[in-house]
């Protein structure tokens, strides 16, 4: 009897237990469901932004809900593309895992994947990237990516069926038809919109992504390589090396630090409130205090800066010129340059360079860096075998040395300083910015620009041990600034036109040595105008009037020094 009454429990329990059979469905509608997923949850950051506009008025959410239907039906054309058997699962998982990353560095940073910011991710080293990979990242991605990608694999059934194909093409047709109506239809809504607030063109997700993927990667695939176009024609030395010659002038000796991700609003040469720069208030420094960059993130900035072309010429080029350093190496000076980035940007690709770290000693390895990572000061103590490196040749006509430190790069802000700069607290101690207070933001970011006024005076202080066989200087700029939580926005890198002043508004430092001298600079003129508004474009015709070289790109307009200086180069 308990035998017999015992049986069906066992068989019970394994049916409630038994995994649900996956649900059939075709591929189109799988693909439409996962679209519907994409244009909701995996837009937020994009609702939340048109929910906070004042000129988006949408009381009823009709307008909201035509766009996720626009952006439903763009997506599903999108992954319908992708519906090969073998292929879609790999394909739409890939694209979930995309979407829901950047939306986690949308909502969590403020940024938006245009061509600018990923091309510039393409770029960044290894340490910076892992240093944006969060528990926050992986929680974000698990949820709205994981979920829908267990349900592919293991929900839902794809019968292979060929004579399906027919309602697929009606489905597509559909989905079109949809497309260009609601385009219609919203367009007069829309086009203010988007004209005004550029910014949300690049939140739609993921195809903002895909696209901006596509012009980074493919398109210069298929796009025909531009010329290159030299610049070294008519470079010379000017006439102040005649002198320099006869032994009135000691050779040249500049140091240009490529500042990385400095604010020219904190500075305490630009009166900041906070003494963030003490050791070069003490140097007899000069600090222009209105200075825009030419881009929002350093694969824009740095070319741009040693461009003859200007921002407007570099952006719109119809070949690939040479630059500032291809110039002063053509002149006969020895050039270098040194990174402690990620890489020069292709500035450096025809002149000497090496990576801080990668020559450094175990010792200094051991002083300056963790985590794979160095401090800038690092590259103070490499300044010797950088100059020794140069042939002598060319050390007797003159050098140019450049740095491109870590400077203040985020988000690990609190690795950017050394105990000793770690002026004001309590810091920022995360890499997920936005979960700090932003005070706390404020302070280790504060900290990072002590550590580069450090930086600064240790470079100074070396070039001052030089000034028996040289006449020293260095001249410092910022290549873009930092957003640190106002309005929502961390980071940088926002298309220009949108860029807030913070990811704008750089530092320009000279230290005037004695190279001015052969060029006759009076300094208290230039500083009564370090007010005066200067951009990047300055920086080519800056630099060479510095060093007195002739080409036919300079422009005497461009030069900040310039009227500070006799109409003739050289005064003895």
């Known amino acids: 009897m308990i035998a017999v009454a015992a049986a069906p429990f066992p068989l019970l329990t394994r049916r409630l237990l038994r995994r649900p059979a996956p649900l059939s469905l075709p591929p189109r509608a799988v693909a439409l469901l996962l ?15 048109l929910s906070a506009l004042e000129d988006f008025a949408d009381p009823w959410a009709l307008k909201r809900l035509a766009l996720g239907g626009l952006i439903a039906g763009a997506t599903f054309v999108w992954l319908m593309l992708w519906s090969w058997p073998g292929l879609r699962r790999p394909a739409w998982s890939l694209h979930l895992l ?22 510039n991710s393409l770029h960044t080293n290894w340490t910076e990237a892992w240093a944006l990979v969060t528990p926050a990242l992986l929680a974000q991605v698990l949820l709205w990516a994981g979920l829908p990608i267990v349900w592919l694999y293991r929900g839902v059934q794809m019968p292979p069926r060929r004579r399906g194909w027919l309602r697929s093409a009606l489905w597509l047709l559909a989905a079109l038809t949809v497309l260009v109506g609601g385009s219609l239809r919203l367009y007069r809504d829309l086009a203010p919109l988007l004209r005004n607030h550029t910014e949300i063109r690049f939140m739609v997700n993921p195809l903002a992504t895909v696209v901006s993927w596509a012009n ?23 006439a102040s090396y005649a002198a320099q010659a006869a032994g009135q002038f000691k050779p040249p000796l500049l140091v240009l630090v490529v500042g990385e991700t400095a604010r020219g609003d904190h500075f305490g040469l630009n009166g900041y409130d906070r003494a963030t720069t003490p050791q070069l208030a003490q140097r007899n420094v000069l600090s222009w205090q209105q200075v825009q960059s030419c881009g929002t993130n350093t694969i824009a900035s740095v ?15 119809k070949a690939e010129y040479g630059n500032l350093l291809d110039i002063v190496q053509a002149a006969g000076l020895g050039v270098r340059w040194l990174d402690n980035q990620s890489g020069c940007k292709g500035v450096c690709a025809r002149i000497p360079h090496a990576d801080a770290q990668a020559i450094a000693t175990p010792a200094q390895r051991q002083q300056w860096c963790r985590d794979g990572e160095c401090l800038d000061r690092l590259m103070v103590q490499e300044l010797d075998g950088q100059l020794d490196a140069i042939p002598a040749a060319q050390r007797q006509q003159g050098v140019v040395l450049v740095l491109h430190p870590m400077g203040s790069h985020g988000p690990a ?10 002026h004001f607290g309590p810091e920022c101690a995360t890499h997920v910015t936005s979960d700090c207070e932003q005070q706390d933001l404020v302070n280790v970011y504060d900290n990072s620009i002590v550590e580069t006024d450090a930086f600064l005076a240790q470079t100074i202080a070396w070039l001052r041990t030089q000034e028996r066989d040289f006449a020293p200087a260095m001249l410092y700029v910022g290549d873009h600034g930092e957003s640190l939580g106002e309005n929502g926005l961390y980071l940088h890198g926002l298309p220009y036109r949108i860029a807030p002043q913070a990811q704008k508004h750089v530092p320009w430092v000279l230290w005037p040595g004695q190279l001015q001298r052969r060029t006759g600079w009076r300094e208290e003129c230039s500083r009564a105008q370090l007010a005066r508004p200067l951009t990047h474009d300055a920086y080519f015709h800056t630099v060479l009037g510095m060093l007195d070289i002739a080409t036919p790109y300079y422009q005497r307009p461009l030069d900040a020094l310039a009227a500070c200086r006799p109409g003739a180069a050289l005064r003895l």
């Open 98 to 119: 995309l979407a829901a990353s950047v939306q986690h560095f949308m909502r969590s940073y403020g940024v938006v994947m245009d061509s600018s910011m990923l091309a």
């Open 35 to 49: 679209a519907l997923w994409c244009a909701g949850p995996l837009n937020l950051a994009l609702w939340q932004k």
């Open 413 to 422: 802000y609190y690795r950017r300083s050394a105990p000793d700069s770690k």
């Open 216 to 238: 980074v990667t493919l398109k210069p695939v298929f796009k025909p390589k531009k010329p290159f176009q030299p610049v070294t024609a008519g470079a010379a030395p000017g």
């Open 303 to 317: 070319p741009c800066m040693f461009s003859p072309l200007g921002k407007a010429g570099y952006e719109g080029r």
